[in-house]
């Protein structure tokens, strides 16, 4: 069955730096895009960052262009989130996600608080 399971989330200080991992299992990692969501309290779940199955294209939410850069490592089977200057605002729980034959699939997530 179909396993996302994400890691590297914690406390980081404004202008900060996290990397976020998400491992995947149970299905053929190679030929999906793969998507970072995020949740923070009280918000809806908003889509931050997507990469094509190849690592060919990727995309933004406006709010981490220039920050944030997805990449992914298909021998790996894992897909990668990496957040700089990070703000108060970039506190959230962070997911990924893929969607395979019409049905959403979601990991555990992760919590990422940016304080001083």
């Known amino acids: 069955q179909v396993q996302l399971v994400e890691s590297g989330g914690g406390l980081v200080q404004p202008g900060g730096s996290l990397r976020l991992s998400c491992a995947a299992s149970?299905?053929?990692?190679?030929?999906?895009?793969m998507y970072w969501y995020r949740q923070a309290p009280g918000k809806e779940r908003e889509l931050v960052a997507y990469?094509?199955?190849?690592?060919?294209?990727?995309n933004y939410a406006d709010s981490v262009k220039g920050r944030f850069t997805i990449s992914r490592d298909n021998a790996k089977n894992t897909v990668y989130l990496q957040m700089n200057s990070l703000k108060p605002e970039d506190t959230a729980v962070y997911y990924c996600?893929?969607?395979?034959?019409?049905?959403?699939?979601w990991g555990q997530g992760t919590q990422v608080t940016v304080s001083s």
């Open positions: 990469i094509t199955n190849s690592g060919g294209s990727t």
């Open positions: 149970g299905f053929t990692f190679s030929i999906y895009t």
């Open positions: 996600n893929l969607v395979r034959q019409a049905t959403p699939y």
